[in-house]
């Protein structure tokens, strides 16, 4: 039996033509359809990653050889025995701040002691919320102390960082505010290789962040040589007193000072000597209140002892205002970090770490600082925690603001914290 295509236009079609144009039509609507869904899907999704999931490098993202482009030669990323990048010699201008009481009350949030609060990097309420784990991370890295660092240079190799150190992704909403308080006195050069270091680290990980060195201020720089030989000698050993470090009452004034800048929801407390060797030992808060610096090469890239708390630790705002923040009353080297892990227990809070892989950290090496010889008093301090946790912390904070000054990479912050009791 023979089978006729019905008449189209007058004329008779071909076999099977009016199938191949209805599968024609059919293929060219599933290809309409299918291209709204993508684009309904893309417009949902982190396009930042696009890139990432493709195989394309970005200006933050790791290359072919493992290592991150920051737009600068970071130390870690450059090959041994490459030159250094050249310096240079200009220097920026800090801006300064404005003195402020000693007994002023503590109010997280108010700006009585800065005279202008930062204002946070602008981001788009359209912007997606940074994924849980960066994908800009590269692991392992090399860290050597070697080339001499220049601060004008990193700032232009870091050009996303704002003025006072501060730092938001672009691309995503960080949900990890953290401020990075650094306790602070005659460690200049020391300071250098921390900020060329973390900066690239801190903007792998995505944090939304800002820096605070809290220096110390040296009170014997305040002897006059117009006075008498005995006075001298009196005035002499009053200050050697009052200029004792006191590591943990400059991180409680870190807190305090930070919070009338950002609503930081996290805070780093970070000696300016210790630098990670992997960025995903990730500088941000945790559950859990987080020891940072597990394996420290001083150590053998171990604990010393289970209890330790020391180097570089994170705790929440809440987890920081639970226990009172940190005692202000440890002149000298020493106790101050177990103590604080007593206050931990005490409230029912057990400490997280990161792997000893993971949490490899270097030290700058360094002989002891002068007037910050180990304190006689910390062990009989740290068998009291208990009992003195709520009447030494916070509450009972009390230092005076004498300089704050915006510099591109970090924040300083100069303040008299007294003298021992």
Not at 49 to 61: A, E, S
Request: net charge positive.
């Amino acid at each position: 039996m023979r089978f006729r295509e019905p008449l189209l236009g007058g004329s008779a079609a071909m076999p099977g033509a009016s199938l191949q144009r209805a599968c024609r039509l059919l293929v060219a609507v599933c290809a309409l359809h299918l291209g709204v869904t993508l684009v309904y899907y893309l417009a949902g999704r982190d396009l930042s990653r696009l890139p990432y999931l493709v195989g394309v490098p970005t200006p933050l993202q790791a290359g072919s050889n493992g290592a991150a482009a920051i737009k600068q030669p970071s130390e870690e990323l450059r090959p041994r025995g490459a030159a250094p990048p050249p310096p240079l010699d200009a220097s920026s201008e800090p801006r300064r701040g404005q003195d402020s009481s000693p007994d002023a009350d503590f109010r997280p949030g108010l700006s009585n002691n800065l005279t202008s609060a930062l204002v946070s990097p602008i981001t788009a309420l359209s912007l997606p919320a940074c994924p849980e784990e960066s994908p800009l991370l590269v692991g392992p890295m090399l860290i050597e102390f070697k080339v001499p660092v220049d601060l004008t240079l990193l700032a232009k190799q870091n050009p996303e960082v704002k003025v006072g150190g501060r730092y938001a992704p672009k691309d995503c909403i960080s949900p990890h505010k953290v401020a990075i308080i650094i306790p602070f006195r005659n460690r200049q050069e020391h300071l250098k290789y921390w900020l060329y270091y973390l900066h690239p680290i801190l903007q792998r990980q995505q944090l939304d962040y800002g820096i605070y060195v809290i220096n110390q201020r040296e009170r014997s720089a305040d002897l006059t040589t117009a006075v008498t030989a005995a006075a001298a000698a009196t005035t002499a050993a009053t200050l050697a007193g009052d200029s004792m470090f006191n590591r943990a009452k400059l991180l409680n004034v870190g807190f305090q000072e930070a919070l009338k800048d950002y609503d930081y929801n996290c805070f780093v407390f970070s000696d300016v000597d210790l630098i990670p060797m992997d960025d995903r030992n990730t500088y941000r808060c945790f559950s859990q209140p987080r020891h940072i610096s597990v394996a420290m090469d001083k150590f053998g890239f171990s604990l010393p002892y289970v209890q330790f708390f020391g180097g570089v630790s994170a705790l929440s705002k809440q987890q920081f205002l639970t226990i009172n923040g940190f005692p202000n009353n440890y002149w000298g080297w020493g106790g101050e970090d177990d103590d604080i892990f007593n206050r931990l227990v005490f409230k029912g809070m057990s400490i997280s770490r990161p792997n000893a892989v993971v949490g490899k950290c270097r030290m700058i090496r360094h002989s002891r600082d002068k007037k910050n010889e180990p304190n006689p008093q910390r062990f009989d301090r740290i068998a009291h925690t208990k009992e003195t946790m709520f009447s030494d912390g916070l509450n009972t904070l009390t230092y005076k603001v004498l300089d704050i000054e915006r510099n591109p990479l970090y924040t300083k912050i100069t303040v008299d914290v007294g003298a021992p009791s």
